[in-house]
Nanobody
Framework: QVQLVESGGGLVQPGGSLRLSCAAS????????ISWFRQAPGKEREGVSC????????YYTNSVKGRFTISRDNAKNTVYLQMNSLKPEDTAVYYC??????????????WGQGTQVTVSA
């Protein structure tokens, strides 16, 4: 079965940290760029971060730059999103997606079911 599965979400206080995981099954992540999106109630899906297949290029939306870090471990077939200094505005369902090839400019070809992140005092 070809799929992506997100995990690691939960409830955290402002200023706290979470590490999200995106695990692939049924295929290898070696040749694909992987990105993270998030969607909050009443809002459109927002791109958060992306990493190229060789990890040579990474992108972050301005609101998370300096707080979030994307990384990949191809040997584990997993991409991570380390989230530090979390804010209530970060509350959303977080999804990972597979692009069509090596680069983040490619079209989305697969995505997961999402994991809920709630930041609240």
């Amino acid at each position: 079965q070809v799929q992506l599965v997100e995990s690691g979400g939960g409830l955290v206080q402002p200023g706290g940290s979470l590490r999200l995981s995106c695990a692939a099954s049924g295929f290898s992540l070696d040749y694909y760029a992987i990105s993270w999106f998030r969607q909050a109630p009443g809002k459109e899906r927002e791109g958060v971060s992306c990493i190229s297949s060789g990890a040579g290029t990474v992108y972050y939306t301005n609101s998370v730059k300096g707080r979030f870090t994307i990384s990949r471990d191809n040997a584990k077939n997993t991409v991570y999103l380390q989230m530090n200094s979390l804010k209530p505005e970060d509350t959303a369902v977080y999804y990972c997606d597979r692009r069509g090839g090596y680069f983040c400019s490619g079209d989305v070809s697969l995505w997961g079911q999402g994991t809920q992140v709630t930041v609240s005092a």
